[in-house]
Structures are given as structure tokens and as C-alpha cells.
């Protein structure tokens, strides 16, 4: 089955300052991974979204991924944070069912920003 | 443009109450995804839908259910209903061919008191 492991719970950042988001996957096969961002009692935001080809993805926001097989890893990183950054970050995997798929995510990390 | 419809927003029940949870997907969406978010947790997968047919069925329990109709709108009942079933549910839509194609909508927050 597949898993995914966000080590950082929370992560606090300085406005400005650069970022990175840590994911690791665990899936039999070429894995569907996504990032989603959500504020607080709001809806899930698409990020971005990686299924195949280039291994470095570019999102909304200014964001962007890299996917890296051999350490199965899509770590999601930001050049400059803003403070409207501040959210909980949820790294997802997608598997293929009959007529969709499912997506799991990982137990978020909540970033805050100091100005 | 369009997106996914939750009604209702919030919802209050008390325990062993019954709840339906409504979910409207983007026009011509064939798909639909029922997620559970607990306080502080990650969404969970409950249940899917594909051309009204259930697809796949995860961690739900057997005191909910959840169809989806001709008009591709679904419906999440919840009967007798406990503390712990206090959460917000996402449902999701997908178009026909584009499995990962997710749009969520911007749930329905549940409180059992």
C-alpha cells in the first residue's frame, strides 16, 4: 500500500527567506504525487502535480517540486516565502483504482512565517 | 468557472442523530471523492463514485453511506451519529479521462455534540 511521510510538523520561516517542504513517498510503482496547500477551515488548494516526465515541476504560487526516484522524494521548495504562505502544506500520492483514483496524503506540515 | 459544491457549510447534530452530506460536482465530472479531515489529521479516503457506481471504498464505516445519483451529485449518510465523527469532509470531483484531475470543494465542517 502506499504511504506518504512528512517528517516536519511544523517549520517557521522569516519572510523572504527560502524554503523547503520534505516528502517521502512509499508506492510500487510510478508514483503519482501531488502538493496541496490549505488554510485554516478552508478547502484544498492544488499546488502542483507530478506524473511523469521533467522531474522538476512548477506550481502556482511560486512554488515547485523535484522529484527524486532514487530517494523517493517530492520535496516542494519556495525561492522567497510571503507571509499569505503561511498554511499547512499536504504531500499526496495518487493510485490508480477501477474508473478514478484515490489519493493519500501525508500528515501535513504547518508552516508559519515571521515578519 | 464552475467548482465542486459542499452543502451544507457547517452542520450540528447531536449524538445518534443522522446527517446527509451533499456534493455537487463540476459540470461534466463522471467522478466523485468522499474525504474525512479530522481535527489536526490528514484527509482520509471514505468512498468514490464512478458513473454512480461505487469505485474503490476506504477506511468508512458501516455506519455511513454514500451514493451518487443521475445528475452525478452525491450524497454522504451518516446515521447514529458519535463525538469522533466531528470533522471536516472534502468531496472531490474528477473528468471523464483525467484520473488525477481533483477539484475539491471547500467541505462540510460536521460537529456531534
Known amino acids: ?115 | 468557472a464552475a467548482g465542486v459544491i459542499q452543502s451544507p457549510r457547517h452542520l450540528i447534530k447531536e449524538k445518534r442523530e443522522t446527517a446527509t452530506l451533499k456534493c455537487y460536482p463540476i459540470p461534466r465530472h463522471d467522478t466523485v471523492y468522499w474525504y474525512q479531515q479530522g481535527p489536526g489529521q490528514d484527509p482520509q479516503f471514505l468512498i468514490s463514485f464512478y458513473e454512480k457506481m461505487q469505485s474503490d471504498k476506504g477506511s468508512i464505516p458501516d455506519r455511513f453511506s454514500a451514493q451518487q445519483f443521475s445528475d452525478y451529485h452525491s450524497e454522504l449518510n451518516m446515521s447514529s451519529l458519535e463525538l469522533g465523527d466531528s470533522a471536516l469532509y472534502f468531496c472531490a470531483s474528477t473528468p471523464p479521462g483525467e484520473n488525477y484531475g481533483y477539484t475539491f470543494g471547500s467541505g462540510t465542517r460536521l460537529t456531534v455534540v
Open chain 1, 1 to 115: 500500500a502506499q504511504s506518504v511521510t512528512q517528517p516536519d510538523i511544523h517549520i517557521t520561516v522569516s519572510e523572504g527567506a527560502s524554503l523547503e517542504l520534505r516528502c517521502n513517498y512509499s508506492y510500487g510503482a510510478t508514483p503519482y504525487l501531488f502538493w496541496y496547500v490549505q488554510s485554516p477551515g478552508q478547502g484544498l488548494q492544488l499546488l502542483l502535480k507530478y506524473f511523469s516526465g521533467d522531474t522538476l515541476v512548477q506550481g502556482i504560487k511560486g512554488f515547485e517540486a523535484e522529484f527524486k526516484r532514487s530517494q523517493s522524494s517530492f520535496n516542494l521548495r519556495k525561492p522567497s516565502v510571503h507571509w499569505s504562505d503561511a498554511a499547512e502544506y499536504f504531500c499526496a500520492v495518487g493510485s490508480l483504482t477501477g474508473g478514478g483514483n484515490k489519493l493519500t496524503f501525508g500528515t501535513g506540515t504547518q508552516l508559519k512565517v515571521e515578519l
